[in-house]
């Protein structure tokens, strides 16, 4: 059975930072896209980034390039999000994702494994 865990989430300060964490047991994601969502109270989920098994290749939402990095480490079947220079609308529960694709994707339909979510709080 795939399992995919996030941690790290919390309440920080508007331009403070965290770091989550997305742990994936029951299948390696070596080859295959993995990705960060997030959804706000009374908002449909929306993409945050993604990153190619090799990890050579990334994309972000426009709302936090440049905030925002996505990284993984395939020996530990573990993708990371780190994120710096928080704002109050970064606020929303964060979703780790694994698609089949080796290739990009950022819609949620292409990612077919789902954490169950960790929620950032950051306030003004």
């Known amino acids: 059975q795939v399992q995919l865990v996030e941690s790290g989430g919390g309440l920080v300060q508007a331009g403070g930072s965290l770091r989550l964490s997305c742990a994936a047991s029951?299948?390696?994601?070596?080859?295959?896209?993995m990705g960060w969502f997030r959804q706000a109270p009374g908002k449909e989920r929306e993409f945050v980034a993604a990153i190619r098994g090799n990890g050579n290749s990334t994309h972000y939402a426009d709302s936090v390039k440049g905030r925002f990095t996505i990284s993984r480490d395939n020996a530990k079947n573990t993708v990371y999000l780190q994120m710096n220079s928080l704002k109050p609308e970064d606020t929303a529960v964060y979703y780790c994702a694994g698609s089949l694709y080796s290739m990009l994707v950022i819609a949620s339909f292409q990612y077919n494994y789902w954490g169950q979510g960790t929620q950032v709080t950051v306030s003004s």
């Open positions: 029951g299948r390696t994601f070596s080859s295959s896209t």
